[in-house]
């Protein structure tokens, strides 16, 4: 059974950073793909970055290039999302989720069958 536990959101002021880690286990991560989404109230979840495993490829949302980076740690199984430059509107629920195949890595939601349970992410002005 697929397992993902994200940990590291928190409160800081705009202009500030925060790193997300997503710890996965259950699964063939070595030809997989992870990626970070987020989900403010009353708003579509949007994808933020994914990262194949195998690869290390990365993609991210226009809205969050040149901010924000994920990573990997692949002997730890573990994803990160490192976001710097912070601002208000990054308030949300942050969770990362693994795909039903690495086809999907770069696409919506739908696509992805493994979901964390989510780490808030509050940035105040």
């Known amino acids: 059974q697929v397992q993902l536990v994200e940990s590291g959101g928190g409160s800081v002021q705009a202009g500030g950073s925060l790193r997300l880690s997503c710890e996965a286990s259950?699964?063939?991560?070595?030809?997989?793909?992870v990626a970070w989404f987020r989900q403010a109230p009353g708003k579509e979840r949007e994808r933020v970055a994914s990262?194949?495993?195998?690869?290390?490829?990365?993609n991210y949302a226009d809205s969050v290039k040149g901010r924000f980076t994920i990573s990997q740690a692949n002997a730890k199984r573990t994803v990160y999302l490192q976001m710097n430059a912070l601002q208000p509107e990054a308030s949300a629920m942050y969770y990362c989720a693994a795909p039903a195949s690495l086809d999907y890595c770069y696409t919506l939601w739908q696509h992805f069958n493994a979901w964390g349970q989510g780490t808030q992410v509050t940035v105040s002005s």
């Open positions: 259950g699964y063939t991560y070595s030809n997989n793909c």
């Open positions: 990262i194949t495993s195998r690869s290390g490829s990365t």
